[in-house]
């Protein structure tokens, strides 16, 4: 077995090892807990046979080659009260009160179990529409998804794991234009991703600049131009990041089911459209594992053992739909009348560069297309194998599945085999995002992305309270330097996401979306000065190529710029008088504070929050060290608001006393930049604060800039060497990444959404 790498084992520790309800833990080792994956997922086989199949099982899932999503390798064999399904799309949402609220009734069990959910608010009547029977004008669907984020913020702050939420609305709903704006309010919608549902008619109507009418139970509201609207689902996006956009007609056209169900909403990330009910099921198999001979001249793809995990993983996703709990009764109905699993990959970029390719060049696209047919093939042929063996779906009906959309493109031998067998599982296909499975299997590149940093520097929280700081490489350049030499030099097919052309992005995810029945979690990344046209283009270019969704990214004031990575000089560590630490009854004494001295320089700051009536004041003195240098001594807080009184006189001495220890203090804004207020943050000199502590972070950043005791704000805004990441909520380091559709932390592997 590989050994786990450093943010692996922890990774795998805080995520997917079985504890206790004490907290002891049950597996021993990341074996184990294959093991015991294995050992559960079996128990729908027949009890004869089940020892057999868990050891085939283990073989899957030993060495990172097949990897089961979170729930999975979290929950299973554990007896706990869990899904071990990712996401859900909940029930349709009746236009009534009673309607509405058992609606929010269901997601907020399914979030309870852990389950992201999807909801499309399309159904609800615009605002300004009457109400019959009350004599009042309704308020529209945004205020109910207000509801819906209130209510998952509540389901978080009680502990739940997950709080992800996908809400769609149709491109011809009345209040579409402001679904489009409603999250450039920072404080509204923060738990949803939102995407616009866009019908083919629609970007026909665009394409030939025709007039669009937004229109409710046959009511026509107004008509608009469609490019105009087009533009302005553009420029939110643009500007925020979102909402996304998902080509809804070509989904349902290509659905397999497209005979007995209708979709109109997707979980979360956007890998899985899925009706009313529909949870997906997930899991990936792991391309880097199947490299033989990696960085030879003759590297390639083991096929034969690429099509034996696979079948190997279809059975195992299969037979959890047997073992799985269901938040709702309706969930468990319609995942097993349809048995739907998400069989993906991940490691592809890293898979090419093994190979000598190069991620978006003609021969990674033509080998991307290649292996996702091989894992499309086994898949389908597995299924047929298990329909025969157990049975087809129950919703099987071989006229209706033959001539869906996804079905028709399968070879005709396949076709033949369903149709004279039938099949296990109605889709089977889908690329979910990976981010965190991906650091738990040794920092491998996630779902189809390209490789997102070639290195990293994260935090480590020691036993003993300190932090170190550690190296992370991605798993191709780690071992690219084992078989080579660690002094070798990277070849040019080590490209990066900063690196690439968002075209480079499209062809890959064009190639590997004709062999996927559901669809892709991916991220188009776009460089921070892109035209506005040419980032409309690339929407555009999406649809043309077929694909089913698309989602980018580009650096913003809004969400930041969590896509520049850059080798940021570190400043010099403050010269100080080192002494031998001193130990006096069991307590070990760094260094004495440094003196006071009768009068010091300093400035105050004037902070306006703009929750508060009352200005803060911020005062920070200095001292002269012996090179001329400024550093921070002390700080103080004064304010006519007494609501912050008692926390901001506690945070001021505290941070005095670090100040006076000496030392690298830049930490402080690094903690205080990090916090975020549940209740949400403000808008200040146009930019996002999450918190009024974030905010005082930014006047100390501030000072110690201008005072020289640092050189940049890459000293704060990025430790590491991949500089201008977002803050995590969990951790504090600045090391989020928007990759495949969700923020993952690459340091302490806190996912959103994957």
């Known amino acids: 077995m590989t050994p786990l790498a450093p943010i692996a084992q922890q990774i795998w520790d805080m995520k997917y090892r079985f504890r206790n309800a004490d907290g002891t833990a049950v597996d021993t080792d990341v074996a184990a807990s294959w093991r015991r994956v294995a050992d ?13 199949w868990a050891e085939k099982f283990y073989h899957a899932l030993e060495d990172y080659k097949f990897l089961p999503a979170g729930r999975i390798l979290a929950g299973a ?14 029930g349709r949402l009746a236009d009534s009160i009673d309607g509405i609220f058992e609606g929010l009734k269901e997601a907020a069990l399914t979030m309870q179990q852990g389950g992201g959910i999807g909801h499309d608010f399309s159904t609800l009547r615009p605002r300004g529409a009457r109400v019959k029977g009350v004599g ?14 209130a209510m998952c913020r509540t389901i978080m702050s009680a502990g739940s794991r997950r709080g992800a939420m996908m809400g769609t609305m149709r491109c011809d709903h009345p209040d579409i234009e402001d679904f489009i704006v409603v999250k450039q309010d920072a404080k509204r919608l923060r738990m949803f991703n939102l995407s616009v549902l866009v019908t083919d008619p629609f970007m026909e109507a665009v394409k030939q600049d025709g007039d669009w009418e937004l229109v409710f139970e046959g009511v026509v509201y107004r008509t608009i131009k469609a490019r105009a609207l087009w533009d302005r689902i553009m420029r939110a996006t643009y500007d925020a990041a979102e909402p996304g ?3 809804i007609d070509r989904i349902n056209k290509a659905n397999n089911l497209s005979y007995c169900e209708t979709i109109s909403a997707t979980n979360p990330c956007g890998e899985q459209p899925l009706p ?4 997906c099921l997930l899991g990936s198999v792991n391309l880097a594992r199947f490299v033989t001979r990696p960085f030879e001249a003759d590297a390639a793809l083991d096929e034969a053992h690429l099509r034996e995990i696979t079948a190997l993983a279809v059975r195992m996703m299969d037979n959890v739909v047997d073992v799985s709990r269901f938040p709702l009764e309706a969930q468990a109905h319609e995942a097993r009348a349809k048995r739907r699993i998400g069989l993906g990959l991940t ?6 560069v093994m190979t000598g390719l190069t991620y978006g060049s003609p021969e990674a696209v033509a080998a991307a297309a290649k292996w996702m047919a091989i894992i499309e093939d086994a898949a389908y042929r597995a299924s047929v194998d298990l329909a025969r063996e157990k049975g ?9 599945y033959l001539a869906s959309g996804h079905v028709q493109n399968l070879g005709e031998p396949l076709r033949q085999l369903i149709a004279e067998h039938g099949i296990r599982n109605a889709l089977l296909t889908s690329i979910a995002p990976t981010g965190t499975i991906s650091l738990y299997a040794g920092n491998i590149s996630s779902g189809i992305e390209p490789i997102f940093s070639l290195s990293y520097e994260r935090k480590v929280l020691m036993p003993d309270g300190n932090h170190k700081r550690e190296l992370v490489e991605d798993h191709a350049v780690s071992l690219y330097r084992q078989i080579k030499g660690a002094d070798a030099a990277l070849p040019d097919c080590f490209v990066t996401a900063q690196s690439l052309s968002p075209r480079a992005h499209l062809v890959m995810q064009a190639a590997v979306q004709q062999h996927v029945d559901s669809s892709i979690s991916k991220t188009v990344n776009c460089p921070a000065n892109i035209s506005f046209d040419d980032f409309r283009a690339i929407y555009e270019e999406a649809y043309d190529r077929g694909l089913k969704g698309c989602t980018t990214y580009r650096p913003n004031d809004i969400t930041g710029s969590v896509l520049s990575v850059a080798e940021a000089p570190k400043p010099a560590e403050p010269m100080l008088p080192l002494e031998v630490p001193e130990a006096s009854g069991g307590v070990v004494y760094m260094k004495p504070p440094l003196e006071r001295h009768g009068v010091l320089p300093g400035f105050t700051y004037k902070l306006r929050w703009p929750d508060s009536d009352h200005a803060i004041y911020i005062t920070l003195n200095d001292i002269q060290e012996t090179d001329g240098r400024r550093r921070p001594f002390e700080i103080f807080i004064n304010s006519k608001n007494m609501e912050h009184y008692a926390w901001t006189v506690a945070l001021t001495r505290m941070i ?3 100040f006076r220890r000496g030392g690298d203090v830049s930490f402080v804004v690094e903690e205080l930049k990090a916090v975020f207020d549940p209740r949400g943050g403000q808008w200040m000199e146009g930019r996002y604060v999450p918190s009024l502590l974030a905010a005082i972070g930014g006047i100390i950043e501030k000072h110690l800039l201008d005072t020289g005791f640092l050189h940049a704000p890459e000293a704060i805004a990025g430790r590491g060497n991949v500089s201008g990441l977002k803050a995590c909520g969990r951790c504090g380091e600045r090391a989020v990444t928007f990759q495949e559709g969700c923020m993952t932390c690459l340091s302490c592997g806190n996912s959103k959404c994957g």
Not at 392 to 400: C, E, I, N, S, V
């Open 40 to 52: 559960a997922l079996a128990e729908a086989e027949p009890e004869a046979l089940r020892k057999a």
């Open 77 to 90: 064999g554990t007896a706990r009260n869990v899904t071990l399904f990712n996401c859900f799309v909940m």
């Open 136 to 149: 009042a004008d309704a308020s529209g669907p945004l205020s109910f998804m207000d509801v819906w984020d």
């Open 245 to 247: 956009v998902i080509f």
């Open 276 to 279: 009313p009910y529909g949870a």
């Open 347 to 352: 490691g592809l970029a890293d898979a090419l």
């Open 392 to 400: 087809a779906f129950p919703l099987f009906d071989k006229q209706g």
């Open 656 to 658: 005095s006393a670090v």
